[in-house]
């Protein structure tokens, strides 16, 4: 049992963020991997993101979008409840080092989660971060605070304009490499696949490397039911296991964008069922 010890709600408590007491999984866990959770002993499993870890304090922080009934029945608990499992950490660790030119991390939606813990490892192992973050509206921004204090250059944008640039995060990348691609050494972009799919399709144009983080449907998380296939560079990967980070310049994204909607109406049905 994982004991819940903060939480916070973003847009209108649609984004959550809990941090649960979770020793092992702290100690363990690297930038770029994720756990998988049971919220009670009738529940489905669903992978969940690490934005940050604690090894000191035993703790690790997931966020979540509110998407479905298992989504929703997590968001209902609160700080003391306790989740059932919690397994990990899972997935494949980004490589971590110190880089001659600066790194430029790119967020959007609640990507910005996974972006910071990538990002906070890229920090501490010496590097200069210049950091995008962006939503559709303010109160969808999600740990800015936090991106805040691990960046040297940081830009906020707002789909609708009600807070920093009015625009998209791909227009305020594109200037950047524009004027100082060559003080760049690699791009992370995560976020919406649409997101990560409008990056690349800058970055390759710039001729920028770009690391991106793929969220396809999964369900045991060890590389077992095939559920998180994609292709990468022709090659059928599993996002669980060879991932979830990829060369983005390689992702078939039109195929992970299809695969994604294949279950959209079961999940609405299922939440709607859930809270009828
Ligand atoms: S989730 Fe089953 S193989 Fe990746």
Redesign the pocket.
Known sequence: MYVILDKKDYARGTIVNIRIEAPEIAKKCSPGQFVVIRVNETGERIPLTIADNDPLAGTVTLVFQIVGKTTALLASRNVGDFIMDVVGPLGKPVEMKKYNKKILTVGGGTGVAVLHHIAKGYYEAGNEIISIIGSRTKSYLIMEEEMKRISTEMHITTDDGTYGFHGFVTQVMDMILSERGDDIEFVVAIGPVVMMKACCDITKRHNKKTIVSLNPI???????????RVQVGGETK????HGPQFDGHLVDFDLLIKRQRTYIEDERISLFRSIK
């Open positions: 999964m369900v045991d998380g060890t590389g077992m039911c095939g559920a998180c599993f996002a669980c296991v």
